[in-house]
């Protein structure tokens, strides 16, 4: 196909491509004359993952340049081209340091250990994990900390049928496409579905039959899904189950 039926079938611009050519995050068409070169499925498909990781993962054209490398090199072995996918789309944020953030650190450590999860040295998830351990305690909610245990097993599960579907792909561009599909928009799914079990849980424990009415309204679980005496608006829960975070 042309350029032109490249654009059209991708809904990406014809200087959006051309530009993606120049800085080789997209292949070259093959030249059948000076002026004209042809293009085919494979470059579709680039395109497509491109706009993923650009516009669902949010990552900066550099570290897309970086995972397409990764993805084109047959000596990385998938997991690692995986990685750097989750990798990407899970940027460390800065947060507060100090002795807290420390033991939480440490906290995360054991954590790993007592669950043989294999997690890559300096993983950034860990990290995240800890931020989010130090800023409970710091806001008095410590006793969250106390169920992960609990939510571990959730994400345990979760992560099982994430993988599972990632499992379904077979080409390296495909695996990552799902990686970043599923890492962002996995994670709203499933933050969508712990708030609408809260829902259900709470009206059973307040309004339901038996449920002591009166002692407490419907839904009185804060809308950003926190349950009683979990996080305040503004902090993430400790149990945010992920999607493929390989």
Known sequence: MRIGELSRRSGVPVPTIKYYVRERLLPAGELTSPNQAEYGPGHERRLRLIRVLLEVGGLSLATIGEVLKATDDPAQPVLKVLGAAAKGVTPLEEGESGPELEQAREDVAELLRRRDWQVSEGATAAESLAGV?????????????????????????????????????????DLVESVVVGTVLGEAMFGALRRLAH???????????????????RGDWPAGG?????????VEGAGGAGAPGV
């Open 133 to 173: 351990i130090s800023a409970l305690r710091r806001v008095g909610h410590g006793g969250l900390v106390d169920l992960i245990e609990e939510y571990a097993d959730a994400a345990e599960s979760v992560a099982r049928v994430d993988i599972g579907y990632v499992q379904r792909r077979v080409a390296r561009e």
């Open 199 to 217: 829902e259900d849980v709470s009206f059973r424990l307040y309004e339901g039959p038996g449920g002591g009415e009166g002692e407490g309204p």
């Open 226 to 234: 926190g349950a009683p005496g979990g996080a305040p608006d503004g």
